[in-house]
């Protein structure tokens, strides 16, 4: 059987940076209680759509594998925050790249998107019907935003992260099948209920979204649910949790993460973590953290690597894969976004504005 293995990887980080004392400068909330809850100390805002930071992220993982765009023949790009809904985020990112032979799709998963994605390039590689597959995690969370709530306002940030998955030619490594699923009886604890065909198109405060989180609920849930896949992914892929060289867990909250680790008995020495760096990028926590840990000389030729995740749906799932030989890029590339030098609290200062107009009542 052919087995998919990881051949590329890059991420896009906007430059513009959000502290949390910055939000304290408008909400009431400290660097503490962040900190604390969260474990998220500063994230980024994107002033592009999600396609030009996929593009980003992408351009990167296709030179770190060595391949055209013009050779990709599947493009996924798992987002909740597509530019368009039509066409596709997905076939604005094949254009940008210039994938011209590539069948194109956005998968809405939330944050588990990349981890669903993960398992759809497998199917798709491994059942030889597309051999290279760019799969990308982007997102602009920020933009869902209302300024006005510090439950929410502090937890997210913009990014993207990529992958490139090829058949491979090393036996040992590869994709495992993994562990996918939906927990619809949590689903109203995180909804962003006016975007899209059940919105009441001609009432309502436009330009503004009611983002209904329950955060505990949802605490709750996480902490359940991703341990669950985590422990049936290892299961499939019959892999012992002590055997696991790195995990690369969603990154939503430290809490949940400790929660992950302590369950499957490791150490967090084993955890790839960067929330305080990025905060929640939804889809993209995982390729970001993933590209970062190889960066950083965390996954080494052979390493066993567990990804686990949780959003919205409320969808959970978890991938075990084993790495190839290489851990080093074929080649770079010198994509970046278009410099901004404004900072994350300057580019949000209209949309903080706006959300205040909204909340005041009269
Ligand atoms: O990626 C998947 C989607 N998201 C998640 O997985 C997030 C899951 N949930 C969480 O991470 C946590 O529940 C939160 C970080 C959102 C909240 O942490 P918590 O420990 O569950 O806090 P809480 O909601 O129980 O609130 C505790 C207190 C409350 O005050 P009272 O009622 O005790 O007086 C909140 O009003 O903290 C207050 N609070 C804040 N205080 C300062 C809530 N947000 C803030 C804030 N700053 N930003």
Redesign the pocket.
Known sequence: MTNAVITGWGKCTPPSVLTNHDLATF????DE??QA??GIQERRISNVAVSDMAEVAARHALACAGVDAADVDLVILATACPDTMVPSAAARLQKLLGAHQAAVLDMNAA?TGFVYGLSAARSAVVAGDHQTVLLVGAEKMTWYLDWTH??TA??FGDGAGAVVIQPGEDAEAGIFSGALGCDYEGQDA?KIPDYGTSDDRYSGPKGKFTFQFD??E??KR?VVGMGNAAVRALEKAGIAADEIDLVVP?Q??I??IEALVNRLKLPMSKVMINIQKYG?T?AATIPIALCEAVEEGRVRPGSNILTAA???GLTWGSMVLRWTRRVRPVATSQAALPPCDRSGLELLSEAIGHSRRLATPG
Do not use: K
Request: aromatic share 10%; glycine share 6%; hydrophobic share 45%.
């Open positions: 909400l009431d909330t400290s209680w962040i809850r969260t944050c510090r439950d502090v937890l995180l955060g505990r949802i605490f996480a969603h939503a909250n809490r949940i929640n939804s949780f959003g919205a």
